[in-house]
């Protein structure tokens, strides 16, 4: 069966830098396209970045320019690093395959304060 599994959330301050990372099992992680999706509090679930199997990435506008996704295919492991972090930053973020999260990890939460 499909596993997300987060990691690497914390509490930073404002400009500081988290990495995150997403360990993938129970599919073909290398020809699935990936999302990082973020849930701040009383808000909905958004997007924040994807990356096709190839590499490609893109972005909301929000995190453009201080967010990288990339992955690791030889390791199924997605990877964002976030730099320049903003306290509307704060969120519960999660890797997904689907853009509404219909399937994602636990979530790790990021603070920035």
């Known amino acids: 069966h499909v596993q997300l599994v987060e990691s690497g959330g914390g509490s930073v301050q404002p400009g500081g830098s988290l990495r995150l990372s997403c360990a993938a099992s129970?599919?073909?992680?290398?020809?699935?396209?990936m999302y990082w999706l973020r849930q701040a509090p009383g808000n909905p679930l958004q997007w924040v970045s994807f990356?096709?199997?190839?590499?490609?990435?893109y972005y909301q506008d929000p995190v453009k320019g201080r967010f990288t996704t990339s992955r690791d295919n030889a390791k199924n492991t997605l990877l964002l690093q976030m730099d320049s972090l903003k306290t509307e930053d704060t969120a519960v973020y999660y890797c997904?395959?689907?853009?509404?999260?219909?399937?994602r990890g636990q979530g790790t939460q990021v603070t920035v304060s």
């Open positions: 997904a395959t689907d853009r509404s999260g219909n399937v």
């Open positions: 129970g599919f073909t992680f290398s020809r699935t396209g």
């Open positions: 990356i096709n199997p190839i590499g490609t990435t």
